[in-house]
């Protein structure tokens, strides 16, 4: 098959939209998708100034997810003073799997002369996920550990390195995934939530002062079309899955919306446009109800719904194995 553009040889087909393109081409297609998903959600504060800059704290694991990522916000922001980039990476304790990500992340970083936080739950929580899923206390998936405590540090980091975004390398399948899977859930609340939390333009979320707002600029790319992009341009990025990895659930719908995609092509994008759409009605629904009751966790002071909040409440069950 030859590319629509320049009749080149095409090394994808995106069945949703008819294309073919060659290398150069599906580059130039996907950065070009990535910057207009940072002015459709309007990322770039008007009160961004050379002498006033935002910093945008990306989380950078090594995966090719956010290192294309970081590599295309690079080259989007190396000319604009406005802008600063942080990678933060974090070690879960997981070896042979972490190791070998946080080298591809300290390369990147390096080539990049970009700053970059490694932070780990060994030295941050005294825990390795290695031995937190041998333990098991709560007789729980790992995912389920190892999620709460990434994103605490996430937020907690962010917050620390002067963060005005926190951006991550979700794409267009992971995005699906989790809309798929609230819905099917019946999870309007969670929707709620994740519309202000991460989905909706900037300028259109309900403000926190608790938090650093997130985003997640690769969205409007396939997994599939990311894998490649970081092949062809070789980019230091860790492919192997973790050895812990268990969203049951997750891989399930994932191996649903394949089936999906293949016979009505373009479902992912119709499934995430409807999702934000009802997302956003329904976060307007909550927050005029006055939204959650927050608190201070009485352990490590981190805003919670609750007295002591997830992440301690977990730590707490470890110790006492
Ligand atoms: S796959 Fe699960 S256990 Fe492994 S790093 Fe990711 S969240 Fe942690
Ligand atoms: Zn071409
Ligand atoms: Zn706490």
Redesign the pocket.
């Known amino acids: 098959m030859d590319c629509d553009r320049c009749g080149g040889e095409a090394v994808v087909h995106a069945a949703y939209s008819g294309a073919h393109l060659c290398g150069d081409h599906l580059r130039e297609s996907v950065e070009k998708r990535v910057r207009r998903r940072v002015r459709r959600d309007d990322l770039v504060s008007r009160e961004a100034t050379p002498e006033n800059p935002q910093t945008w704290v990306i989380g950078l694991s090594g995966g090719k997810d956010s290192v294309v990522l970081t590599q295309v916000l690079h080259e989007t922001f190396a000319e604009d003073p406005r802008i600063e980039l942080v990678g933060l990476t974090i070690h879960?304790g997981?070896e042979g799997?972490?190791d070998k990500s946080v080298e591809a992340c300290v390369e990147l970083a390096d080539d990049l002369g970009i700053r970059h936080e490694l932070v780990s739950y060994e030295e941050e929580f005294g825990i390795r996920?290695d031995d937190v899923?041998e333990d098991d206390p709560e007789n729980m998936a790992?995912?389920a550990y190892?999620?709460v405590f990434?994103r605490d540090l996430l937020s907690e980091y962010a917050e620390k390195l002067g963060a005005d975004l926190l951006l991550t390398g979700h794409n267009l399948d992971d995005e699906a995934q989790t809309a798929l899977m609230n819905i099917l859930e019946g999870d309007v609340a969670q929707i709620a939530k994740h519309f202000d939390a991460s989905l909706g333009p900037l300028s259109e979320r309900e403000e926190s002062e608790e938090f650093v707002p997130r985003a997640k600029p690769l969205r409007d790319v396939p997994e599939k079309e990311v894998a490649l992009y970081a092949h062809l341009r070789d980019l230091p990025a860790h492919i192997t899955?973790?050895p812990?990895?268990?969203?049951a659930y997750r891989g399930e719908i994932q191996q649903l919306l394949y089936g999906l995609e293949e016979n009505h092509p373009g479902t992912r994008h119709s499934i995430i446009s409807g999702y934000e759409e009802l997302a956003g009605i329904a976060a307007g629904e909550y927050n005029s109800e006055g939204g959650a009751d927050l608190r201070d966790c009485a352990e490590c002071g981190s805003t919670t719904t609750r007295e002591i909040c997830r992440k301690c409440s977990l730590l707490e069950s470890i110790e006492a194995v």
């Open positions: 879960e997981i799997y972490r996920m899923v790992a995912c190892c999620g990434r899955e973790c812990h990895a268990s969203e």
